[in-house]
């Protein structure tokens, strides 16, 4: 019987039909029994079973130590981004990936819309301040009008931006990527970050994008989102913007080391999500099929 070994924690927790699948095709199923990510030491040991042959996987790291201790010959994650897994080793040892790229698009996308709203409307602090028994009434903003950039034009930052159009905003796009349109701006990086009103990444690289040095080129009072990498902006940075009136209030899905418990739980103008742009039921049951699809396929 074939083992697999499956990253995620919460795989199979809506419905057991991806699981079953599995079975069903002769996989013998070990789980992530941590209830977290697991480490890197963790997942080393789990893969030492050589007869682990097939892995779908989360957001645990896949590097050079990892790969090189374990008998995958088929790694599938559970998501559109690939820079926890070491690509250039996996090639070298012959071990295929795959993704599910179009699983999470809408979820994200859908979520990123509805945070843009609430923070531009304020809801979180009037939500607070009912919950004191105070009838505070604040002023809030439109979207129609603001500058919104999007940093990335993958399926998602796409997906935004069609979200986006009914609410005539002015769209700007910062991706090398990307074409011309009608339908945005398409600008560098510090053109766009001096005018921007609000600011949402969806990039598929995980290393900083905006820092210490070009968050002084931002206008004040920015809104800032991140559902895609912790890196693209770090912690201090989000503090030294918040402290120099740059960054008013913002989101945050994704954290440079995760599980996040650290000092921005303390601010009451950012809001923190335990990284859950694809935890619609909808996308979810979509994504574990489609990982569980590629690993059947593959050994078909």
Known sequence: MKKIFIGPASFGEINKSALTYLKSNGFEIIKNNYGRKISKKELITILSDKDIIASIAGLELYDK????????????????????????IANERDISV?????????????????????LSRNIDQMKIDMMNGSWKRSYGNLLEGKNILIIGFGKIGKRVCKLLEAFNCNIIVVDPFAEKS???KLLSLNEALAISDIITFHVNINEEII?????????????????????????????????????????????????????????????????????????????EKESVKNIIDFFS
């Open 65 to 88: 130590d990892v790969i090189l201790s374990s008998g995958l010959k088929v790694i599938s994650r559970l998501g559109s981004g690939v820079d926890n897994i070491e690509l250039q």
């Open 98 to 118: 795959f993704t599910t790229p179009t699983g999470p698009v809408n979820s994200v996308a859908e979520l990123t819309l509805g945070m843009m709203i609430y």
């Open 182 to 184: 009608n339908k945005y």
């Open 211 to 287: 820092d210490r040095n070009n968050i002084s080129l931002i206008k004040n009072n920015i809104i800032l989102l991140n559902s895609s990498r912790g890196k693209v902006i770090s912690e201090e940075t989000i503090k030294y913007g918040i402290k120099h009136n740059k960054i008013s209030s913002g989101w945050l899905d994704v954290f440079e080391d995760e599980p996040y418990f650290g000092d921005l739980n303390k601010y009451t103008n950012f809001i923190l999500t335990p990284h859950i742009g694809s935890f619609s039921i909808e996308t979810r049951l979509q994504m």
